[in-house]
């Protein structure tokens, strides 16, 4: 089956700085990369996917780009700001299996 | 639509109690799942429904696991009986085809 690793664990940064998250994955058949982003007490929300077709792709200061290659994908959040403070996971997917893998998470927490 | 709807959002049980969890989907999503949350496994996918219909158990731990979907707006995950290892956040999705996957905000299970 489908192995995510997430790096790293725990990410803290200066407001305005940025933010990179590393995933690899090891089944070359996922080509469906989403984005997760949990706050305290809620539950998962997707905040930005990218599919096999692309290299990369932008949601104003979240970005996440895709080496198929390498079987890498990371994400970019620029100009911090302390509610991007979460936990943040990847995961990966066959485009024909729902069944997402995800990484083990980052905790990220931005400093005012 | 209020979202994926989980309950109980907290539950406190004894050991070899069971537990029983509830949760409503987004009305017109086709797709349901049932993840486990936990400090050292992270996000684990313990079963899944399609149109009501159970696709993949695989995740599934053991036996005293069971889930059922009635209908398309309600399933239930119980647990019988319940061990302290079981203590985790429950989370429950929702999905249409081709969509965004939806999280409830969990239910949180402490078995003692």
């Known amino acids: 089956g489908e192995n995510v690793e997430q790096h790293p664990s725990t990410l803290s940064v200066q407001e305005g700085d940025s933010a990179v998250i590393k995933c690899t994955y090891s089944?070359?058949?996922?080509?469906?990369f989403p984005w997760y982003k949990q706050e305290l007490g809620k539950g998962p929300q997707l905040i930005i996917d990218?599919?096999?077709?692309?290299g990369e792709k932008k949601d104003q200061r979240i970005a996440v780009t895709l080496n198929k290659t390498a079987k890498h994908f990371s994400l970019h959040i620029t100009e911090t700001q302390p509610e991007d403070s979460a936990v943040y996971f990847c995961?990966?997917?066959?485009?024909?299996?729902?069944?997402?893998?995800f990484g083990a998470g980052t905790t990220v927490t931005v400093r005012a | 639509d209020a979202g994926v709807i989980q309950s109980p959002r907290h539950e406190v049980t004894e050991m070899g109690q069971e537990v029983t969890l509830r949760c409503k989907p987004i009305?017109?999503?086709?797709?349901l799942f049932w993840y486990r949350q936990t400090m050292m496994r992270g996000l684990e996918l313990l079963i899944y429904f399609n149109n009501n219909v159970p696709i993949d158990d695989s995740g599934m731990p053991e036996d005293r696991f069971s889930a059922k979907m009635p209908n398309a707006s309600f399933s239930t995950l119980k647990i019988q009986p319940s061990e302290p290892r079981d203590s985790a956040v429950y989370f429950c999705?929702?999905?249409?085809?081709?969509?965004?996957?939806?999280f409830g905000e969990g239910s949180r299970l402490t078995v003692l």
């Open positions: 990218i599919r096999s077709n692309v």
């Open positions: 089944d070359s058949a996922s080509n469906y």
């Open positions: 999705a929702s999905l249409p085809s081709n969509g965004e996957l939806f």
């Open positions: 009305s017109g999503h086709d797709y």
């Open positions: 995961a990966a997917s066959p485009s024909n299996d729902y069944k997402l893998s």
